[in-house]
C-alpha cells in the first residue's frame, strides 16, 4: 500500500513537471514544430536542462545515498538497445515530428484547456493498444 508521503512526493513532481512544460510553452504544439523546423530553438533550453538534471540525479544519487529520499532503494532501470527500440523511438518521434505533441504536454496542456490536444492524446491511447495487442509481447 502506497503511503501518503509517496503520493504527495508524485503529486508534487507532476505538478512542477506540468508547470514546466507550460511555462516553457511545450504545451503548445506551435512552438515545437517551430523548434522542430528550426525557427525558435528556444525548446533547447528546456532539452539541455532535462537531460542535464535527469543525467546527474540518475547517475550521481545512488552514489551519495544508499536510498532515495523516500527511503525506497534504487533500482536500476533495464534497458537494451536492439531493433524494436530503435522502430519504436522512430515511430514515436515521427508523430512527435507530424503533430508536435508528446504525451506530457497533450495532458498538460488538456488541463489548460487545448481541448484540440485530444485528438492527439486518443491517437497516443490508439498506438498504445494496438503496441498491446501486437503478439509476442511478453
Avoid at 484547456?113 to 491511447?125: S, V
Wanted: net charge positive; aromatic share 8%; proline share 4%.
Amino acid at each position: 500500500m502506497k503511503r501518503i508521503s509517496d503520493t504527495l512526493a508524485t503529486l508534487a513532481s507532476g505538478t512542477l513537471f506540468g508547470l514546466g512544460l507550460a511555462w516553457s510553452t511545450m504545451i503548445r504544439p506551435e512552438s515545437v514544430i517551430d523548434f522542430l523546423n528550426f525557427r525558435d530553438l528556444g525548446l533547447l533550453l528546456v532539452l539541455g536542462a532535462a537531460v542535464t538534471i535527469n543525467l546527474l540525479v540518475y547517475q550521481l544519487a545512488p552514489r551519495l545515498r544508499s536510498t532515495t529520499l523516500l527511503g525506497e532503494k534504487f533500482q536500476q532501470r533495464p534497458f537494451a538497445l536492439n531493433g524494436q527500440t530503435i522502430l519504436g523511438d522512430v515511430i514515436f518521434g515521427l508523430g512527435w515530428g507530424i503533430c508536435g505533441v508528446c504525451p506530457g504536454p497533450a495532458l498538460t496542456g488538456i488541463g489548460s484547456g487545448n481541448i484540440d490536444l485530444l485528438i492527439a492524446l486518443a491517437g497516443i491511447f490508439i498506438g498504445a493498444l494496438l503496441h498491446g495487442l501486437l503478439p509476442g509481447k511478453k
